[in-house]
């Protein structure tokens, strides 16, 4: 008997240790939640779903944290996996995003559930730059989309994406060879116009119950003609002067995409002619009367203008500039504008859901410019610029005007820039005004020693001009940029451009030149291919080296930039800086803000 009574009080020690909390799925068997239980999570689960809607960040997640799973049916355990997914994209997470939704019983939801989930996980694949990963999700809510405009746009960021891609990459998944194919093919499109056309039809009866076929239905062949460069081009650059460099560099793209000739016709004939030899306008009526049937040129301001309103331009002349507010028939703009620049890299940030910004620009006149741009773009878009504030590039320690933007209290330690960043601190001082993002225009070498005090006084997220990257890889010079965010002409990054005349391949024609006169040498052999596609880029925008290039009303060409994001001192791509499909989740800023689901 003594045994009893020595059990007994050992078995009440086990009852008083159960009192801590254990694991939900403790013990062999677990009562199934009751049908009240079962309503009331339903009840909550709907609560946390209006508030993400509502953009109420914060209290979604606060009600999330009160439920307990273990008291969730298989179905309310996908849809809470869901919803905190969303809520983790709201505050920027995106490696945990698709994380809780890798762990999800898609099974169990619904089928707008199912929409939302794919969207969100294709959102976060992009974000945290899985561009497979995000391009399968994208793939898997394509058979769950019901309207055919949802189907074609959501189709149309498929293809593009896999643009980024190499072919090695997209045979690791299956189900994609055909849409990379396709990818390749439309890609393909301002090259060689009868190529393409044979090829397109060839991929259609070749895969006739494709779903991409949706996207295909709007697709038409290309004009037999299209592209076809004028017989005599007539090219006014200075070969002295303070312009002299940049238009050497602009040369050496046009002559390496001339030599490089094979599209439709013939290779055009080409007549240089100096700008610092006489009037700009002398020159033109030379170029015309000596048979030039589209004139390139000429790179500076004042004589872009001066040409404009000085002479009737009977031949279409593509200027190497751009003058705002000038507008002339058969005249065509031409320029790396900041204007491009800042209304990517504002768009990528509204899209990754961000809305309250300060800006960081270099205390100068391109810095007032940009700083005016970014006003304008921002506040187009939504967006509230709460503070501005200009630095000196000639300086190094920019800590003064960073606590201004982010509000820091003046107890906070000094900034040190001798400190290595660390993005995983946990310490965040408070942001004035709740900001949720810094845009930044500079160079690298500032740029580094501004990320680096901006890690040290709090997380922020940084979206910059492409300015801040030299365009040469540099891993070791490089990692003080991590985390910064920036859009760039896609012919920087490997498999961003389908043209045949990569960086690599004119490496020593780039030994010749500084790094910052890189884009200015892709801009040259854009320059080139534009000659035959002036009339069409308004209906057939071309995939160029410096970007997407279209036309836009006066008859400026504008460029749709790829965007990438630094990572271990590399800029890794993550996307076109365009709205993805509509109907795509869109996380909010850090500030808690949660944007709806569907964005119309």
Not at 554 to 563: F, G, T, Y
Request: one cysteine or more.
């Amino acid at each position: 008997m003594s045994r009893y009574y020595v059990c007994i009080p050992l078995f009440c020690v086990l009852l008083l240790s159960g009192c801590a909390k254990l694991p939900d799925n403790y013990g062999l068997y677990q009562e199934p939640p009751s049908s009240w239980a079962i309503e009331q999570n339903n009840d909550r689960l709907r609560a946390i779903g209006a508030l993400i809607q509502a953009g109420k960040g914060n209290a979604a997640k606060q009600q999330a944290d009160l439920i307990s799973q273990s008291e969730l049916t298989d179905q309310q355990k996908a849809q809470f996996n869901l919803l905190y997914a969303q809520i983790l994209l709201s505050f920027g997470e995106a490696e945990q995003a698709a994380s809780k939704l890798a762990g999800t019983e898609t099974g169990q939801l619904s089928i707008n559930d199912k929409i939302k989930f794919y969207q969100s996980q294709a959102f976060a694949y992009s974000l945290t730059g899985n561009l497979l990963e995000s391009i399968k999700a994208r793939i898997a809510l394509d058979a769950f989309l019901t309207k055919p405009d949802e189907r074609k746009k959501n189709q149309g960021v498929i293809l593009e994406t896999l643009g980024l891609l190499s072919e090695t990459s997209a045979q690791k998944a299956p189900g994609l060879p055909e849409w990379m194919s396709l990818a390749k093919i439309l890609a393909s499109r301002n090259q060689n116009p009868a190529n393409y056309n044979s090829a397109l039809a060839s991929w259609r009866t070749a895969n006739p119950q494709h779903p991409a076929n949706i996207y295909l239905a709007t697709v038409a062949n290309m004009p037999e003609d299209f592209g076809e460069i004028p017989k005599s081009i007539a090219i006014l650059l200075p070969e002295s002067g303070p312009f002299l460099d940049p238009a050497k560099a602009i040369k050496a793209g046009f002559l390496a995409a001339h030599s490089r000739h094979n599209g439709s016709g013939s290779k055009p004939a080409l007549h240089f002619y100096d700008t610092e030899t006489g009037k700009i306008s002398e020159l033109y009526q030379k170029a015309v009367k000596e048979g030039a049937k589209l004139v390139i040129g000429p790179l500076n301001k004042d004589s872009i203008q001066d040409l404009a309103k000085s002479t009737t331009l009977t031949v279409p002349v593509l200027a190497l500039n751009h003058v705002p507010n000038l507008s002339r028939n058969n005249l065509y703009q031409f320029a790396l504008s900041p204007m491009d620049d800042v209304a990517e890299i504002t768009q990528k940030a509204a899209l990754d859901g961000h809305k309250k910004a300060v800006l960081l620009v270099p205390d100068n006149e391109q810095g007032k410019r940009i700083s005016s741009y970014f006003t304008e773009y921002w506040r187009a878009l939504g967006g509230t610029i709460l503070k501005k504030e200009a630095y000196d590039p000639k300086q190094i320690d920019f800590s003064t005007a960073i606590k201004s933007l982010v509000g820091l209290d003046e107890s906070q330690p000094r900034l040190d820039n001798s400190q290595p960043p660390n993005p995983s601190a946990s310490d965040d001082p408070h942001k004035k005004d709740d900001v949720d993002v810094l845009f930044l225009s500079a160079y690298g070498k500032e740029g580094k020693s501004i990320n680096t005090q901006l890690l040290q006084a709090g997380n922020l997220p940084v979206y910059a001009m492409p300015t801040i990257y030299s365009g040469l890889p540099d891993s070791v010079s490089d990692t003080p940029l991590n985390g910064i965010t920036f859009c760039d002409t896609p012919w920087l990054f490997n498999g961003a451009y389908t043209g045949e005349l990569s960086m690599m391949s004119l490496k020593d024609i780039l030994n010749q030149f500084p790094s910052s006169y890189i884009r200015l040498v892709a801009m040259g052999i854009d320059a080139y291919h534009l000659a035959g596609k002036l009339t069409a880029l308004n209906t057939a925008p071309y995939s160029g080296a410096t970007g997407n290039l279209s036309l836009a009303s006066d008859n400026r060409i504008k460029r749709q930039l790829v965007c990438a994001k630094f990572a271990m001192g590399q800029p890794e791509l993550i996307g076109f800086a365009h709205s993805p499909s509509e109907g795509d989740y869109s996380g909010a800023a850090k500030s808690g803000g949660v944007a709806p689901a569907p964005i119309q």
